[in-house]
């Protein structure tokens, strides 16, 4: 499974941005589907997921911003930001798998699949 993310850039506080995480090799259907992040000198973080039939889970710094979809016709799937804030700013990773139980994971031992990553940057 190969896994290209895209869509990063430097946006101001407050601006949406969207990034899109093409899926080869395997199709988003069969598996969870999250985002993680790294910002400059912090650990990678977990942003959300999405698992098949639509359920989703999310981190408290993110909850109510952020939204993850798919489109299994275009086996891609999307983080819509909004309200960004400039602790927002990281490397964005793609990441699939199918977790142990096959529940709502956030942990990134979980999953195999990486993407290389999408820089996220806002200003304030």
């Known amino acids: 499974v190969q896994l290209q993310a895209s869509g990063g850039g430097l946006v101001q506080a407050g601006e949406s941005l969207r990034l899109s995480c093409a899926v080869s090799?395997?199709?988003?259907?069969?598996?969870?589907m999250a985002w993680f992040r790294q910002a400059p000198g912090k650990e990678r973080e977990f942003v959300g997921v999405?698992?098949?039939?639509?359920?989703?889970y999310y981190s408290a710094s993110v909850k109510g911003r952020f939204t993850i979809s798919r489109d299994n016709a275009k086996n891609t799937v999307y983080l819509q930001m909004n309200s960004l804030k400039p602790e927002d700013t990281a490397v964005y990773y793609c990441?699939?798998?199918?977790?142990?139980?096959?529940?709502?994971?956030?942990?990134?031992?979980?999953?195999?699949?990486w993407g290389q990553g999408t820089l996220v940057t806002i200003s304030s």
């Open positions: 090799g395997g199709t988003v259907r069969a598996y969870s």
């Open positions: 990441v699939a798998d199918i977790p142990p139980l096959n529940i709502l994971s956030n942990i990134r031992g979980h999953y195999e699949y």
């Open positions: 999405t698992r098949s039939g639509d359920s989703t």
